[in-house]
Structures are given as structure tokens and as C-alpha cells.
């Protein structure tokens, strides 16, 4: 893929869990962690910079974010259509989007 600039920008993947798909996790999680570690196999210019559950208030579905710098969002698609919880329906909704930091406390994280 990657059809981006040669500059890496920033993208978020934030997926909304399926609380239907509660085995469906339990079965893929340790698929799921592998492929998020698995770095040999990532594009040259994809990297995950955090990544980790989100857990809902008051009963709502529980989410994930993902937070990668990218040399183009095709790249973070494919990364996130590779995911076994994507493949298998862990995941009902999942939102990729380019992202701009314009406050950030967090090294490798500052604005431009």
C-alpha cells in the first residue's frame, strides 16, 4: 500500500466492541495481541504508538483505541481489516480517522 506521502502522519482507529461477540473475543484474544505486537509484519512506515481497551460507562459497549503513525490511511485499513477481531465480528463499528494532535504531553506525541 502505502500511497502516502514519505512523511508519516498520525491515525487513530477507535472500534466499538459487539456485546454480542463476547466469545468470539475470549476465542481471538490471543490472535488479536499478536497481530497488534507483530511488527515484523507491518508496512515500512506503520507503527503502533498506544493501543489499549476502553471501558464503557453505565453499560454501554466497550471500545478500543488505536493511535499509529502511518504513511497513509489505506495502510491503517488494511492493518485494522488484518485484525482477528475485525475478521471474526468482535468489533460492530470501527471509525479510522487522520488525526492532528495540537496539544499532547506525550513524547513522540507534540504538535508540530
Not at 500500500?1 to 482507529?13: A, D, I, K, Q, T
Not at 499532547?104 to 506525541?109: A, E, H, P, R, V
Amino acid at each position: 500500500m502505502s500511497g502516502g506521502s514519505n512523511r508519516p502522519g498520525l491515525y487513530v482507529r477507535f472500534a466499538e466492541s459487539d456485546p454480542a461477540a463476547a466469545v468470539e473475543r475470549a476465542a481471538q484474544l490471543s490472535a488479536h495481541k499478536a497481530h497488534l505486537r507483530n511488527g515484523e509484519a507491518m508496512v515500512e512506515g506503520f507503527r503502533i504508538l498506544a493501543s489499549g481497551p476502553m471501558n464503557a460507562v453505565a453499560g454501554g459497549p466497550s471500545a478500543a483505541l488505536i493511535i499509529a503513525e502511518a504513511l497513509s490511511i489505506e495502510d491503517v485499513i488494511a492493518f485494522s481489516d488484518a485484525d482477528p477481531f475485525v475478521i471474526h465480528g468482535v468489533y460492530n463499528r470501527i471509525h479510522i480517522l487522520s488525526w492532528t494532535p495540537t496539544l499532547s504531553i506525550i513524547s513522540g506525541l507534540e504538535p508540530d
